[in-house]
């Protein structure tokens, strides 16, 4: 009787299967959080964006926000502690504020 057993062979970072499931894993968290910017419930008929999200959209600090809230560039609401930046009202802003391209020659 043959009582052998093979184990299979073990997954490491270098196999392909490995590299397969990682990338699969990454495309799945890349688009759970498009989904969830894309579909986060609005207040009021409005979608609202946070702080930390408009950071990173125009690339600014936490002084340059609360700077350009200050001087009234941007629209936002306080509820609490808690600001928040109406979508429409950003749009608004960035159309307000659009420079066409120079043609030169």
Not at 37 to 63: N, S, V
Not at 73 to 98: F, K, M, Q
Request: charged letters at 20%; a positive charge.
């Amino acid at each position: 009787m043959n009582t052998s057993c093979e184990w299979p062979s073990p997954i490491s970072k270098q196999t392909l299967e490995y590299k397969a499931l990682a990338a699969s894993l990454t495309a799945a968290t890349e688009q759970l959080r498009q989904t969830e910017t894309a579909c986060r419930p609005g207040l009021c008929g409005e979608r609202y964006y946070d702080g930390g999200e408009i950071m990173r959209k125009f690339h600014i600090g936490r002084t340059a926000l609360q700077e350009y809230r200050l001087k009234g560039l941007i629209p936002y609401t306080r509820i609490g502690g808690v600001i928040l930046y109406p979508h429409s009202g950003i749009e608004a802003v960035l159309r307000g504020n659009y420079c066409k391209p120079h043609k030169f020659g």
